[in-house]
């Protein structure tokens, strides 16, 4: 029996409820609900009491596959309002308003939606609709980001015509893009024990650490994070429960925990500490090796003169996962080369007592350093060479988890 199953009488039919709050896109949301009932989904309609002047509830009654809901007062007994968040496979929220967001991220649960999202323990999928000008407003920004710091999935929107007639961005993605991102999640795992990684527990490091000199400058490298992302993506979606730790605000996998980070010595405490309770440690960020010794508190300037930049190791984060190394656990590096790549990597590999080191070509064009796509020679401790031909960086990604996968057996015989 799933663990579905077990909760709802849905049989195998995934069970998503559809959040709909008071934006004019919740007419979008009505073709969103037919598109996720012809694939299968079982949905079940919760709007809020102001989205029903968009949108009627007997729209959501006849195209959903249960009646819509508004209240945690529409049934007697027993309350829905944790029955809906215990029974989901995932919650999706379109549109999300700028006021429903705000609700969410403080913690809120002043009507069956938001009640819903705080009693669930399932992946939870929100798409923002609004105005350019509310879009892009600080305190819509830091919701956001304090929603998807704790694993919320955001499919952002778009670029277009707005109600009003107005142009910008603040349209709400459209119900095929929305749909298919609800569909990737719902048959990947994300730590809901299905998949290659279930049951697994994965910390991926990602992006460039920047160093400071004084409070407005810092030293860094062309890290943009999105390898690292990626493969934190690809092990979520395989059954993972991932932690990445990270220095991008780059568009955060779903259901993957965040840790921000900034400099080498934040990245190394985020990662060491936790490195003890995950099965795989995967070090794509790149870290710097130098920074200065001393970062000046006020800011430097011209007249003072050229100032002299002493810099100072850091500590090689990878290295020392090495050494402390429990049984069983999976250790993954990144080395990004120029030139004589195999040798490199290679003596990387047994100097930091890794199991894979995933080697690059920077030089090459359309790899590595802030590209879409990468090419990559996978070297195993065991002698094993993979190569990855250029690809997405979510294929790599995959590339990669195929070869950690075999690693795992004997931790998991
Ligand atoms: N790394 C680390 N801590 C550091 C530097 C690097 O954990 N202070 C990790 C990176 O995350 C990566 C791997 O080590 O997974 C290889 O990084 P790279 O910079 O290529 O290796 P270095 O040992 O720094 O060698 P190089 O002299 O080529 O820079």
Known sequence: MTPHEARSPEGDRPFVVLGVSAGIAAYKAVEICRRLVDAGVHVAPVLTERATRFVGRATFDALGSEPAQTSV????????????GQRADLVLVAPATADLLARYAAGLADDLLTTTLIATAAPVVVCPAMHTEMWEHPSVRANL???????VAVVPPEEGRLAGGDTGAGRMAEPATIVAAVLAMLEGGHGTGVGDLAGVRVLVSAGGTREAIDPVRFITNRSSGKQGHAVAEAAGRRG?????????????PAGV????VETAAEMEEAVLARATEVDVVVMAAAVADFRPKVAVDSKLH???GIPDLVLEATNDILAELGRRRRNGQVLVGFAAETEDLPERARAKLVAKGVDLMVANDVS??????????????IFGADGSITDVPLA????VADALVDCIVPLLAPRRA
């Open 73 to 84: 007062w529409d049934e007697a007994s027993p309350i829905p309002h944790t029955r809906l």
């Open 145 to 151: 980001a304090r929603l998807e710091a704790r694993g």
């Open 240 to 252: 993972a429960e991932v932690v990445l730790v990270t220095t991008s605000s780059r568009s955060r």
């Open 257 to 260: 925990q965040i840790v921000e």
């Open 302 to 304: 011209k007249a003072d």
């Open 364 to 377: 090459a064009p359309q790899v590595g350093f802030d590209h879409d796509t990468n090419a990559v020679t």
């Open 392 to 395: 997405t960086k979510a294929e």
